[in-house]
């Protein structure tokens, strides 16, 4: 049995050194690809640390540096330039996309694009940089600004092709510049107005006559806008046209329109280049997850309007990693490429075929008739991927997994369609491969999705890919940071990241929520012993599940653990409970409770106000701590009953002689509020976000040093000081 389990260890082992290696090279593969495109690009996360950075941006930015990973963004783009960037920063890290220009360096030019990143709850967990040098293109628009100011004619000598409309005759001129642009020789052209109107797009003219009917009729001030003209060769050169009317009579009736031509299709190839990199697979060429979002969300809007029935698809090969193995990198891309060319001319025109990495892709099926429309598609592809590729001198064949969830039968949102489709791939992988399976979305499917939830998290706690957060808590007062609350997260090897709402609640009622608390009481332990280490003497917080609160032995195991911890002032842990968790066996919490005092740990009343307890159970519960939940503090300046029940829990917590803390403080207005009605503790994201435990002694100095709290909560003097505040019931 030992054996087995070394064994099986080693295969994990193993597996795990695999995964990493392909990540790796993977990686590697799309850093190189976005190293060599002519543009700025950069992933900042919450926090404004530099997730990377392609070469042009640290050529741009930190020409002396090797690598931005990690750097603060301010520390990088220095004072200046980061007070410029700052307020289209923060509309990015609230989920909105920014482009503006601005000239970072003198007489340079760059549009600088932010994308925010969403996780899979909607969060914004960072956002992408996307630069352009527009410098050249600046020059352009001031010379041509320049040139528009002392000539009312056309001139010749510049790198812009120069027109002029005699409107009385329709005679149409243009200088050798503008014919040159489209592969004329100068003077080859002689056209007036209809023949040009023949030059441009279909697509484009009416957009252009508008353009010029809006300019003759005086509805817009300036005539400016983007066409594409016919080439002699019969190409097509997208062309910035610019102008206005520089004659009139008497009677103010236009008689010449000038203007200039200047050929904008590298800088449209370019953009092209760079909504290709962020919208398509590197490989494959098909639209990638962004891409795929929007495509979704278009799919459904279309099939609610229309009574349309769709389907949204996820397709993983089976056994791609024995072909990888057996024949290298090279030849498994190829397949790939292979096995998408083929899935692709199966499906229908409105059908979208997407890759979201590895050998995993979606399929979205629209404009179904019917359920059995959709299956004789599933049916479809599962018989060509079954088909052998040639690749090289190899004939490669292999089968697909197919998970499906029809719309609107399954009426979820864009996001949890895909979840349901892959979960369904995931059964069909499991009973037996090479098949597809229809999303069921009734409780027996729903509880398999948990089991399954509940073996990834086990594997996770095994594999120790869980790690706490610390969010200060601080006395608005006098700028005191007096404590820390733990938050637990998962450093997924797939998905990155994860807060603790994308998996915690799977675990309430189940046997890993004892485990896991433990480990998180443990952690937080050996933290408060590192800090005491590096001259930081500061108390942990900690959140308690009911399931883990009220077992038998819970204390023993709580003063075991504490026992392992000697250097470790049990004053300094804190356990936080939810208020309906305490209430709902009130004698067993408080004897509970009571015990775990005796070992010297404190106790606090999470998200107060939440629950149904009343004014006997507050009495009987032996807590120091009130913790006004972040629902009521987040809206108390607009909501006159959440601001109600602030003032009610602050005024009980004075009458029961508890501290009161309040959590989801965002703003200073929320800071001076509480500080008006006698609540001084606080904690959320207008003090700090949670943070990796390496930057708290780093933020606390920097707390203290920049005295932010003296703005959060108006000391004496200062601008919110003066402000009308808050009326407290009563004073504290």
């Known amino acids: 049995a030992q054996r087995s389990i070394k064994d099986q260890n080693l295969l994990l082992e193993q597996r795990v050194t695999e995964r990493t290696a392909l990540l790796a090279d993977r990686e590697s593969h799309l850093r190189s690809v976005i190293d060599n495109v002519p543009a700025m690009i950069a992933f900042v996360d919450a926090d404004q640390r530099y997730g990377f950075a392609n070469t042009r941006y640290q050529l741009t930015f930190a020409p002396g540096d090797r690598d931005l990973t990690g750097r603060a963004v301010c520390e990088v783009l220095g004072d200046v330039r980061y007070g410029i960037a700052k307020p289209l920063i923060e509309r990015a890290l609230q989920g909105q996309s920014t482009t503006y220009d601005w000239e970072p360096f003198p007489g340079v030019w760059q549009v600088i694009q932010y ?18 040098d527009i410098t050249e293109r600046r020059k352009m628009e001031a010379a041509l600004r320049a040139s528009e100011a002392r000539l009312s004619r056309v001139l010749e000598g510049a790198d812009q092709g120069y027109w002029d409309w005699d409107l009385q005759t329709d005679h149409f001129q243009v200088s050798a510049r503008w014919e040159t642009m489209l592969g004329y020789n100068p003077g080859e052209m002689k056209i007036d107005v209809t023949q040009w109107a023949t030059l441009i797009h279909p697509d484009d003219l009416p957009k252009a006559m508008r353009a010029i009917e809006d300019h003759m009729t005086g509805l817009s001030s300036k005539h400016e806008f983007e066409l594409r003209v016919r080439t002699k060769d019969g190409g097509w050169r997208w062309i910035l046209t610019r102008g206005g009317i520089v004659q009139r009579s008497s009677a103010g009736v236009p008689l010449v329109m000038s203007g200039t031509h200047t050929d904008i299709t590298r800088a449209k190839a370019h953009a092209s280049e760079l909504d290709h990199v962020a919208h398509y697979d590197v490989l494959t060429g098909l639209p990638n997850r962004r891409l795929l979002s929007d495509r979704l969300q278009q799919m459904i809007l279309r099939a609610d309007r229309h009574g349309w029935q769709s389907a949204v698809c996820v397709l993983d090969l089976d056994e791609f990693k024995r072909i990888n193995d057996q024949h290298g990198r090279e030849v498994g891309d190829r397949f790939l490429l292979g096995i998408a060319e083929n899935v692709k001319a199966v499906l229908r025109g409105e059908d979208t075929l997407a890759r979201l990495g590895g050998d995993e892709f979606v399929v979205l099926l629209s404009e179904l008739g019917s359920a059995e429309a959709g299956v004789q598609v599933l049916e479809r592809i599962l018989d060509t ?31 949890t369609l895909l979840r349901h489709a892959d979960h369904a791939m995931l059964l069909a992988k499991q009973g037996g ?65 994860l807060s603790p709402g994308e998996f915690l609640p799977c675990l309430h009622g189940s046997d890993l929520e004892q485990p896991l608390g433990e480990w998180v009481i443990k952690t ?21 599940s009911a399931h883990h ?11 075991l653990t504490l026992g392992r911890h000697p250097g470790v002032r049990p004053s300094n842990l804190e356990l936080e409970v939810l208020e309906t968790a305490a209430i709902a066996d009130m004698q067993k919490a408080v004897d509970t409770l009571n015990q775990c005092l005796a070992l010297g740990v404190g106790f606090s009343l999470d998200d107060f106000g939440t629950g149904y307890s009343s004014l006997t159970y507050l009495r009987k519960l032996p807590v120091q701590t009130l913790k006004i939940d972040q629902s009521f503090v987040r809206d108390m300046l607009t909501d006159q009953d959440d601001l109600s029940i602030v003032q009610g829990v602050i005024q009980l917590a004075a009458a029961f002689r508890r501290r009161v803390i309040a959590e989801g403080v965002e703003t200073m207005e929320h800071g001076a509020a509480l500080r008006a009605m006698g609540c001084h503790l606080a904690q959320g994201y207008g003090i700090a976000r949670p943070m990796p435990a390496a930057d708290l002694p780093g933020w606390c100095r920097q707390w203290q040093r920049d005295g932010i709290w003296r703005s959060l909560c108006g000391g004496p003097g200062s601008e919110i000081d003066q402000r009308p505040s808050v009326e407290p019931l009563t004073q504290h």
């Open 433 to 497: 491969k090479n098949r597809y399976q229809l999303f069921d979305p009734e409780t027996d499917r729903l509880t398999q999705l948990r089991l399954e939830q509940l073996h990834q998290l086990e594997e996770a706690m095994n594999l120790d890919e869980f790690v706490l957060f610390y969010q200060p808590k601080v006395d608005l007062s006098n700028g005191q940071v007096i404590g820390a609350e733990a938050l637990i997260r998962w450093r997924h090897p797939e998905r990155g990241l």
């Open 385 to 415: 991927v079954r088909q052998p590729i040639q690749v090289g001198e190899h004939h490669l064949s292999t089968s697909a997994s197919i998970g499906a969830s029809l719309y609107p039968a399954d009426h979820a949102d864009p996001d």
């Open 549 to 559: 609160l009220m077992r038998p032995d819970f204390c023993d195991r709580l003063a």
């Open 524 to 544: 937080a332990l050996r933290q408060i012993e590192t800090w005491a280490a590096q001259g930081l003497d500061l108390p942990i917080s900690v959140n308690v």
């Open 115 to 132: 994308e925010p990143k969403f996780n899979a709850a909607g969060g914004v967990e960072g956002y992408y940089v996307l630069g352009t």
